[in-house]
């Protein structure tokens, strides 16, 4: 069951990374919250306990430092991440990156030099007591994490009062989220405490991620923790993947209008064939409509139905390449009348191309 889990969740985190990796690098933004996720996923894989046996054939309970180390680098990417929603990226921002440095050092320094680790499953509890190194490694751990929420938990706290719609709910989700890591960083000091003060401490092993109230904070708030993250940091970029969605409709729709319109008046071309993303073109593609369709006679005021007969009823110029289709930030209302035009040039040209068919 914790396997499922935990490779469940890791594998959603990690889909969702990827996929925002790919779209980062199509729109130039959002590389943060992909590199967080991306983190995030592959510190659950790490830790599931078929993986962990797998890698302690490397090293002994060698995933449990890979988890922890790119957990740490998930929390700092979601720091990064939430501060740039606010507005404040760069305030603390080497301060943060310095932090992350030094907690990771102390993590892997720490590690390699405790002797006796565990194969398989890495379960420490039987050793802080005689490896002090290892409380510090638990302790660094712990109040990086602690640190780093807080700070994510401030920052959205702030922002989430003067934002909206998918973004607060976004937001709101985080703060959940940290408040579920604090109850998991603030159960993983006590259970360390308890097994350093322990005459003969004992390995906590757990049937399930919720069985008792010790493997809820140690495995089930980390899992439902990591969702509710992917989730807050998900659902802000919906409503723009509707809008794209959108223009790309527009697009498709406004081109054999477009193609007509250019062909027969060249000179509404723009030399700038649009910009990177798909909005930046649609903008450009309704420039270059509108320049033709006032050309053409059309007047705002004429039914979309007239005007797509009126362009339809144009000499179309033979012999003319079609020229590049291009796609942006339109107004509602022009939008609506390109497309009820377009929509209404492809109804009668379908109309128009019948009759030849059948002769």
């Known amino acids: 069951m914790i396997d499922i889990l935990f490779l469940g969740v890791g594998v959603f985190a990690l889909a969702i990374g990827v996929w925002r990796a790919i779209r980062a690098r199509r729109t ?51 720091g990064l991440t939430v501060a740039e929603i606010s507005g404040t990226r760069d305030r603390g921002r080497r301060t943060r990156l310095a932090a992350l440095g030094v907690a990771l050092t102390v993590l892997v320094v720490t590690f390699f030099s405790t002797s ?42 702030v922002t989430v009062r003067v934002s909206g719609g998918a973004l607060r709910a976004g937001l709101a989700l985080l703060l959940l989220a940290s408040a579920v890591a604090v109850a998991y960083l603030g159960g993983k000091v006590v259970a360390t405490l308890r097994a350093v003060q322990a005459d003969h401490p004992v390995k906590a092993l757990c049937s399930g991620p919720f069985s008792t109230l010790p493997c809820a904070l140690d495995v089930g708030f980390p899992a439902v923790s990591v969702l509710l993250i992917v989730l807050g940091l998900t659902i802000p970029s919906v409503p723009g993947l509707v809008a794209a969605r959108r223009d790309a409709r527009t697009l498709r729709l406004l081109r054999p209008l477009r193609a007509h319109l250019t062909r027969r008046f060249p000179e509404i071309v723009r030399i700038d064939t649009g910009g990177r993303s798909r909005r930046e073109r649609l903008l450009t593609a309704m420039s270059e409509t509108n320049d033709g369709l006032i050309l053409a006679g059309v007047t705002p005021q004429l039914p979309a139905v007239a005007a ?36 209404a040039y492809r109804e009668q040209a379908a109309t128009d191309e019948e009759p030849s068919r059948a002769q």
């Open 28 to 78: 130039g933004a959002g590389a943060g919250v992909a590199v967080s996720l991306i983190a995030l996923g592959a510190a659950f894989c790490f830790l599931s306990n078929r993986a962990q046996l797998l890698e302690s054939e490397l090293y002994p309970s060698l995933g449990r430092l890979l988890s922890n180390l790119a957990t740490m680098v998930a929390a700092y990417g979601i």
């Open 116 to 157: 006796g680790l565990p194969r398989g499953i890495g379960v420490f509890d039987e050793l802080y007591r005689t490896h002090p190194t290892l409380v510090v490694y638990v302790f660094t751990y712990t109040v990086y994490l602690g640190f780093a929420v807080l700070d994510i938990a401030v920052v959205a706290a």
């Open 308 to 343: 797509a007969r009126l362009v339809r009823d144009l000499r179309d110029e033979p012999g003319e390449e079609e020229p590049p289709a291009a796609d942006g930030e339109p107004f509602a209302a022009d939008v609506a009348r390109l497309r009820a035009i377009a929509r």
